[in-house]
């Protein structure tokens, strides 16, 4: 009888989500750098499931990224940026940053969110291998 209640829910919850897309624009810099290589995930926070990665990628030579995902959800979505990298971490061969930025409702289904990220000056939780 579970299965059956479950197996309803999901039908009709896949009937009910939609589409929702975030688009991000930005540059990295580290202490007056462009952060050259840096991951930058779009991702989305979920309640009850672990967080999805819409989008992903490495910075280029100048500090730049582009990115945009959608996602199929029920409720709003609630995006976010996670950033890796190593700035102002001095064991770089065994250590890195993770920084997270939220992103604002408004920019779901909404215009582009463009960004200038100065990592030196971002709360970061620092990780080692």
Known sequence: MRFVFFFAAAIIASTVAYDQTVKVNGTISCNRRVARN??????????????DTLASMYT?????????????????????????????VTARDVCHKITEIEIEKKFVNGETFNLDIYLESQKSKETCD
């Open 38 to 51: 840096v991951l930058v995930q779009l991702r989305e926070r979920d309640t009850f499931d672990t967080d």
């Open 60 to 88: 280029n030579d100048d500090g730049t990224f582009r990115l945009t995902g959608t996602e199929d959800e029920i409720t709003s979505i609630r995006p976010y940026l996670r950033i890796t990298h190593t700035c102002g």
